[in-house]
């Protein structure tokens, strides 16, 4: 069943049209499967960066429909030799980035990732990354479970924001 499910995913990822709307793997399947799947990554983007770049950086917001608390310990993809998970804090007017080693994803919650806040670098890339091309990342979780999501490069990402009823949400 995976199977036939990943391969009609993938038809549909190819289908004219897609390009623009491609947010993740996830958000194509039916609501029974979603029931179903543990983890979710949702508005998935990957900044385009000039050729001679050797790094860019992931947004996303990664979901987890448990009932349980997850903790990310790794992320990677074929696009680039390490994925590390990294969180942007400004103090007195500098920006720094912090490494993340495990990232806590609360029981039926959600952690964003965002321009200026929780990101992936993806360094060492091993080509260019071009606008449009499909990247896919391999989330890995303490309890040994992957999560497999596919993530579209664009110069014009856009942060993710809250609506009210997932900052509701979110306090739950």
């Given at each position: 069943m995976k199977i036939f499910l990943m391969v009609m995913l993938i038809g549909f990822l190819s289908a004219p049209g897609f390009a623009a709307q491609d947010h993740s793997i996830h958000e194509m399947t039916h609501q029974e499967d979603k029931e179903k799947a543990e983890t979710a990554v949702h508005h998935g983007w990957i900044r385009l960066m000039p050729a001679v770049a050797k790094s860019s950086a992931a947004y996303f917001v990664l979901h987890n429909f448990s009932d349980k608390d997850i903790t990310l310990i790794?992320?990677?993809?074929?696009?680039?030799?390490?994925?590390?998970?990294?969180?942007?804090?400004?103090?007195?007017?500098?920006?720094t980035m912090e490494p993340i080693t495990k990232l806590l994803i609360p029981a039926n919650g959600k952690v964003i990732f965002n321009p200026g806040a929780k990101h992936l670098m993806l360094s060492d890339l091993t080509a260019p990354?071009?606008?449009?091309?499909?990247?896919?990342?391999?989330?890995?979780?303490?309890?040994?479970?992957?999560?497999?999501?596919?993530?579209?490069v664009t110069a014009d990402g856009q942060s993710y924001e809250?609506?009210?009823?997932?900052?509701h949400q979110q306090h739950h």
């Open positions: 790794s992320v990677s993809s074929p696009v680039a030799k390490s994925v590390s998970i990294h969180n942007t804090v400004t103090e007195n007017g500098t920006s990354l071009k606008k449009q091309q499909k990247v896919n990342m391999t989330f890995r979780f303490d309890s040994g479970k992957e999560l497999q999501a596919t993530l579209t809250m609506k009210d009823h997932d900052k």
